[in-house]
T-cell receptor
């Protein structure tokens, strides 16, 4: 789930299981959301995005669900693999003066056990 | 490899000093973003430039400044450094379209002693 405080929440799963990572966003004006994956020692990497006019979007092994009513976003990873081990961030974006201002969640650490 | 390059990879300096971090965006990208990532604050948006002009400002301290040059590379200047400025600094670029998918560089790790 979404982190609170200094420590990242951790999700531990077995290889092959499905993973669900949750994120609560704060700004009801946010209309564009992105999930990023950050491996140790690397910059965040784009995984999937979703605009607020839809509530579900699928990619390769990943699905993002958006619930605007409760300001909640989730990332589902199917058949999780050891290479999926990383910190996952959600980012909410709202448009101000023609530009998107991103606000990142604190992240969730996903650990996949072989 | 995202196509975004950042130099230097590591930087160690002392309090009170000034440093410059450099970023080259992906070919064709007009927007450059700067972020600070620290253990206690997570990933914080600092500032965005689009085609040489400042477009959006986030939680950037007055001691910090940035610019984007005509060749679209960007520099982040950090001055009067404090211990708390120790962090990873990421640059990201996008094509400036409405989609605004950002591609992150590998980061510069700054350590202020």
């Amino acid at each position: 789930g979404e982190s609170v405080g200094l420590h990242l929440p951790t999700l531990s799963v077995q290889e092959g299981d499905n993973s669900i990572i949750n994120c609560a966003y704060s700004n009801s004006a946010s209309d564009y959301f992105i999930w990023y994956k950050q491996e140790s020692g690397k910059g965040p990497q784009f995984i999937i995005d979703i605009r607020s006019n839809i509530d579900k979007r699928q990619g390769q092994r990943v699905t993002v669900l958006l619930n605007k009513t409760v300001k909640h976003l989730s990332l589902q990873i199917a058949a999780t693999q050891p290479g999926d081990s990383a910190v996952y961030f959600c980012a909410e974006n709202f448009s101000e003066m023609g530009s998107y201002i991103p606000t990142f969640g604190r992240g969730t650490s996903l650990i996949v056990h072989p | 490899d995202s196509g975004v390059t950042q130099t230097p990879k590591h930087l160690i300096t002392a309090t009170g000093q000034r440093v410059t971090l450099r970023c080259s965006p992906r070919s064709g990208d007009l927007s450059v973003y700067w972020y600070q990532q620290s253990l206690d604050q997570g990933l914080q948006f600092l500032i965005q430039y689009y085609n040489g002009e400042e477009r959006a400002k986030g939680n950037i301290l007055e001691r910090f400044s940035a610019q984007q040059f005509p060749d679209l590379h960007s520099e982040l200047n950090l001055s009067s450094l404090e211990l708390g400025d120790s962090a990873l600094y990421f640059c990201a670029s996008s094509d400036g379209s409405a989609r605004e998918t950002q591609y992150f560089g590998p980061g510069t790790r700054l350590l202020v002693l």
